[in-house]
């Protein structure tokens, strides 16, 4: 079984800083997810990626599969980007299993 | 678009009492999840069903049954309830797998165990 670990558990931040949050993990894969649950509850998917870079408005991730690594940017953060940040992986590599999470990052925006 | 609709959002239950949740997909996916979320940790998976007639079990399955007798539905039963199952239940679903396409979350479901 993966095991998936994230840092910081917890970050407060100002307006406007640039914001990186990190995820490792230990068994080799395919595909990582980046995911999003607001103050409320709700869980969306901001990304998922298996090599490289992506980027979405502010938002960009970079995964290293030789380092097992992948990191979480927001540029010109925002209050409204305050939520916890959740890395998730493939359980078993591939296949059907669902998804083995980290613990989360929960991320905190003054103005 | 619904999206994943889960029901119901709040419910308290005695220790021993039965019930249901439902998740229902209107986005036709095969793949389909239940997990629990719990405080200081992360999202655990409960059961999965790879289309519709079949279930297998995740990594905490102990207490919990489910169904898949139509494709859109995605069932979780709680046969005798003990506090240990007081969590905050997510169903998901997509329609290759957790390695080729993200995931499509519900709102979840607040369950308290008295």
């Known amino acids: 079984k993966n095991e998936v670990e994230q840092s910081p558990q917890n970050l407060t931040a100002q307006e406007g800083e640039f914001i990186t949050i990190n995820c490792s993990y230990s068994v080799g894969i395919s595909a990582l997810h980046w995911l999003q649950q607001h103050p409320g509850g709700g869980i969306v998917s901001l990304f998922m990626l298996s090599s490289g870079k992506k980027k979405h408005g502010r938002l960009i991730a970079t995964i290293n599969i030789q380092e097992k690594h992948s990191s979480l940017h927001i540029t010109a953060s925002h209050p409204r980007d305050s939520a916890v940040y959740i890395c998730a992986v493939p359980d078993s590599g591939g296949g059907a299993d669902g998804l083995t999470f980290g613990k989360g990052t929960h991320l905190i925006i003054q103005p | 678009n619904a999206g994943v609709t889960q029901t119901p959002k709040f419910r308290v239950l005695k220790t021993g009492q039965s019930m249901t949740l439902l998740c229902a997909q209107d986005?036709?996916?095969?793949?389909m999840y239940w997990y629990r979320q719990d405080p200081g940790m992360g999202l655990r998976l409960i059961h999965y069903s790879v289309g519709e007639g079949t279930t297998a079990k995740g990594e905490v399955p102990d207490g919990y049954n489910v169904s898949r007798l139509k494709k859109q539905n995605f069932l979780l039963g709680l046969e005798s309830a003990a506090p240990s199952q007081t969590s905050v239940y997510f169903c998901a679903s997509n329609e290759q797998g957790p390695t080729y396409q993200p995931q499509h979350f519900g709102d979840g479901t607040r369950l308290s165990i008295l």
């Open positions: 986005m036709n996916h095969e793949y």
